[in-house]
């Protein structure tokens, strides 16, 4: 079954979209192959015979991100289709190396998305600082 097909009988009902009421301008999406989050035929992994996700490293206390792709030479066998890859954290330039290398060679142009969302995966992973030893002021530094 052809990608446009297959987006026009589950652009409306798809389990992955996100309907809300009230302002309706924009649809999302909770596709794990969806970069974006943004329901359209571009972003949907569903539908399209090449996709590739990102998404947190949870395992491991390390962190990092892991990328699956979608081969298309597996497309009737969906089980071994999906290729996981997983990377330790290792920096922001050493995953965005990776993950854009991969990207690259299933779908160039959903580079600038996957960059994206593997930064802020690994934004939220970072340490935050410690917050400061107050000084002691007044009556207690004196007891002190």
Not at 66 to 79: E, H, R, W, Y
Not at 111 to 131: H, M, N, P, Y
């Amino acid at each position: 079954m052809s990608a446009d097909l297959t987006w026009l009988l589950t652009r409306n009902t798809s389990s992955f979209l996100v309907k809300r009421k009230g302002n309706t301008a924009i649809q999302l999406s909770r596709d794990p192959a969806n970069l974006t989050n943004v329901h359209s035929f571009k972003y949907a992994g569903l539908n399209n015979k090449v996709y590739s996700g990102i998404k947190q490293r949870i395992a491991s206390l390390i962190g990092g991100v892991t990328v699956s792709t979608k081969k298309q030479a597996l497309a009737n066998k969906p089980g071994k289709a999906v290729v996981t890859k997983k990377f330790a954290h290792t920096g922001r330039r050493g995953v965005s190396n990776q993950v854009s290398k991969i990207v690259k060679s299933y779908r160039g142009d959903l580079v600038k998305a996957a960059l994206a969302r593997a930064s802020r995966i690994i934004d939220t992973q970072a340490e935050g600082k410690k917050a400061p030893v107050k000084k002691l002021r007044g009556k207690k530094a004196i007891k002190a």
